[in-house]
């Protein structure tokens, strides 16, 4: 009985058990901040229980509810600045210097065609990457929240798995185009404005999204590929282009003297101001390609700025057609003696 008795006494002289001590008016030994505030500025226990019990909790979670908003907010901005920053980098990064030097001085007198593929490539990019930073980190912010609530989470999860699981069966294309879009937005492998063939469809892209590629053929036709079904694209519009002209003449006109006249051709082209800008190199004659019953299929090349090898091959053959017509060289049809 002694011993019980010291066990007691020694037990209500515990700090939280002690009267006038917010351990005591709080009903704990690790009384909350906010409950030791309530006990100082009142110094009224039954008060200060009052609040424990039932504004103390919800205060508390309510707090670390605003303060698990407020840091990911705050993670979300500080993500959205760092993909926009990188993204803008990186389609920026894609031009070596020579290039951009050459655009400055190319026929729209400014980079602005290039610059416009690069800022809508960056802004795709660093839209879908900012739309996956917001997912992860709200995301993760919401389940937090909904932990400090008291809601079991491992049930939810469970269920979102079997739901990703399903989701992912049944959307393998979606998944699939999603991927091969964004693989192509890194590897600026085209962009808005780029005159692409992707084997089913040829023409202009007007827009780039992860899903889907929409383009425009010389018909007028809009064409909607899903980015997962191009399996092979071919660009003519990056960096540079090539207009490769086949001349057919007659099997009897002097070779030489047709490449000669072909030559002395294409360069007054590259010489003149309103083309000058947009040939990147001298003009070749590469000589006889073929020959196709009573013709010699001539070729002759022009590096061009981007885009650029139709325009530039339309004015060619004008001009090498009126070349032929004042040197009396008669242009062949192939084939026809065949």
Same mark, same amino acid.
């Not at 202009?204 to 383009?215: D, G, N, W």
């Given at each position: 009985m002694p011993l019980a008795q010291t066990a007691?006494?020694?037990?209500?002289?515990?700090?939280?058990?002690?009267?006038?001590?917010?351990?005591?008016?709080?009903?704990t030994p690790n009384p909350s901040v906010s409950c030791r505030l309530v006990w100082n500025i009142t110094n009224d226990e039954r008060f200060t229980l009052f609040f424990k019990t039932w504004l103390d909790t919800p205060l508390n979670v309510f707090f670390w509810i605003v303060v698990?908003?407020?840091f990911a907010l705050v993670l979300r901005s500080i993500a959205h600045r760092t993909i926009t920053k990188v993204t803008l980098r990186m389609a920026e990064g894609t031009m070596s210097e020579k290039i951009r030097e050459r655009t400055r001085t190319s026929f729209e007198g400014s980079p602005a065609l290039l610059n416009q593929r690069r800022a809508q490539r960056a802004k795709t990019l660093g839209s879908v990457l900012r739309s996956i930073a917001s997912i992860l980190i709200m995301g993760t912010a919401a389940f937090s929240v909904l932990g400090e609530l008291g809601l079991n989470l491992a049930p939810v999860l469970a269920s979102a798995s079997v739901i990703g699981v399903?989701?992912?069966f049944g959307a393998q294309?979606?998944?699939?185009?999603?991927?091969?879009?964004?693989?192509?937005l890194l590897e600026d492998q085209y962009g808005v404005g780029d005159f692409i063939d992707v084997g089913t469809a040829k023409g202009?892209?007007?827009?780039? +999204?992860? #899903? $889907?590629?929409?383009?425009r053929d010389v018909d007028g036709v809009v064409w909607y590929?899903?980015?997962?079904?191009?399996?092979?694209v071919g660009n003519e519009s990056q960096n540079w282009g090539r207009a490769v002209l086949d001349i057919p003449?007659?099997?009897?006109?002097? +070779?030489? #003297? $047709?490449?000669?006249?072909?030559?002395?051709?294409?360069?007054?082209?590259?010489?003149?101001a309103d083309w000058k800008e947009l040939i990147l190199e001298e003009p070749s004659v590469w000589g006889v390609q073929a020959l196709a019953g009573d013709a010699v299929i001539v070729r002759v090349v022009i590096k061009t700025a981007p885009g650029k090898q139709a325009s530039i091959a339309r004015e060619l053959r004008e001009r090498v057609k009126k070349a032929f017509d004042e040197a009396g060289i008669s242009v062949a049809t192939p084939g026809a003696g065949a």
């Open positions: 007691l006494t020694l037990g209500s002289s515990l700090p939280w058990q002690q009267e006038g001590t917010p351990e005591k008016a709080c009903g698990t908003l407020v399903a989701v992912g294309n979606i998944v699939k185009d999603f991927l091969a879009g964004l693989f192509m202009t892209v007007e827009a780039v +999204t992860l #899903r $889907v590629t929409r383009m590929v899903p980015n997962g079904e191009i399996k092979k003449v007659d099997i009897h006109e002097d +070779t030489e #003297r $047709v490449k000669e006249i072909l030559q002395a051709t294409a360069e007054t082209m590259a010489a003149d």
